[in-house]
């Protein structure tokens, strides 16, 4: 995944607690939802949107989201993943 030849990242993470509010000015993500508790959502631009597993949901650039509740997700950016672009309000 590290060569240039890959224009996007991908990885696992375990989201255990509520995510702070952020957004990406260049990356869109991709979050297919592995596992997750009962009540679990994303909230994209003050939305709440339930997840399930096997569910994928796209962010795009300039949405502000975060993750409430115990879930595991592959996550796809593109462009790659960059530190440098989270912003929080």
């Given amino acids: 995944m590290g060569v240039d030849s890959v224009p996007y990242s991908l990885h696992i993470t375990q989201i ?18 592995l596992e997750c508790n009962a009540g679990s959502y994303l909230e994209l631009d003050g939305e709440h949107v339930p997840v399930e597993p096997n569910r994928a949901i796209v962010i795009h650039p300039g949405t502000r989201h975060r993750a409430v509740g115990i879930m595991k997700v592959l996550v796809v950016a593109s462009p790659k993943f960059d530190p440098a672009d989270e912003w929080f309000d």
Avoid at 17 to 33: D, G
């Fill in 16 to 33: 255990e607690a509520t995510a702070k509010t952020h957004f990406h000015k260049l990356l869109t993500e991709s979050y297919f939802i």
